[in-house]
């Protein structure tokens, strides 16, 4: 009984062990690309199909005249004391916070589609309609945020200023700008998504702050959330446009939350697009 039972555990070793091994060897590589190519087929979705061959724009502040602009928003600040001694330690020199964003992002379209991140000035040329831009920064320092707003007649979003002369971005009717509590200070930030700008294959992006502490936050929940927002917002077999503003304590962009968001439900062909808000508490 001994050697049959040694005899039969040979046989299984040497016969039957080697095919199941490889047949799990085969279920786990099935496993593993199943989720990569799911992932891959949403992600051209929420990007666009131009994501798999034309490389994607992070257009940034070409940092023309930012001394000036610093000096500018200096001498508001200086002109609301209040102001200053609330959002002491909160102002950000803009542009510090840039290569980490980009690196952020360089990252997920590596993984995604293997292209590299191109790095543009708003300035430059080269970026059109027939790419993928992702705009980082507010129209007050970005040239492209400014063009991107004024294409798209500023339907989800508005970058303004609040009655106290404040600025801020106004969604659903409300006015959101930075704030303090309890001693703390409270970014604003948005993620607006735009597609068929001019070219449905492709979309253009910004991730932009009242300080570049929102900025960051943008992109990074960008990065972390994109699958998320595909779900939420591409229902249907249709892309759409949407807006989600954001709230990041300074100094914790990697906790941003949202407050409210915007969708285009309504397609751009049609006479009138309706906006759907949504808040989060």
């Not at 940034?60 to 200086?78: C, G, H, I, P, T």
């Not at 320092?141 to 971005?169: D, V």
């Amino acid at each position: 009984m001994w050697k049959l039972g040694k005899v039969l555990a040979q046989f299984i070793a040497s016969h039957a062990l080697p095919p199941l091994l490889v047949s799990w060897d085969l279920l786990t590589q099935v496993a593993r690309i199943v989720p990569e190519t799911s992932d891959r087929f949403s992600f051209r979705r929420f990007w666009g199909d131009g994501s798999l061959s034309a490389d994607p724009y992070f257009v940034m502040d070409s940092y023309e005249n930012v001394r000036l602009r610093n000096d500018f928003r200096k001498m508001e600040m200086l002109a609301a004391p209040e102001h200053l001694q609330r959002f002491t330690g909160s102002e950000i020199v803009y542009g510090a916070f840039s290569p980490q964003a980009a690196a952020m992002l360089t990252a997920l379209f590596w993984r995604h589609t293997g292209k590299v991140l191109r790095v543009a000035a708003d300035t430059d040329p080269r970026h059109g309609g027939d790419s993928i831009l992702i705009s980082y920064g507010t129209s007050d320092s970005n040239f492209k945020t400014f063009e991107i707003e004024a294409g798209s007649e500023s339907a989800l979003c508005q970058f303004l200023a609040n009655a106290s002369g404040r600025r801020a971005f106004r969604l659903g009717g409300q006015f959101y700008s930075m704030e303090s509590r309890d001693g703390i200070a409270y970014d604003k930030a948005i993620l607006l998504r735009l597609t068929g700008q001019p070219d449905e294959n492709y979309c253009h992006v910004v991730c932009a702050g009242l300080s570049e502490w929102g900025s960051l936050a943008a992109v990074y929940y960008l990065t972390r959330k994109w699958k998320e927002l595909h779900k939420r917002f591409d229902r249907f077999g249709r892309r759409r446009d949407f807006c989600v503003l954001l709230e990041v304590e300074c100094g914790q962009f990697e906790n941003a939350r949202e407050v409210i968001s915007a969708v285009s439900w309504e397609s751009k062909q049609g006479p009138d697009p309706a906006f759907v808000f949504s808040n989060h508490v």
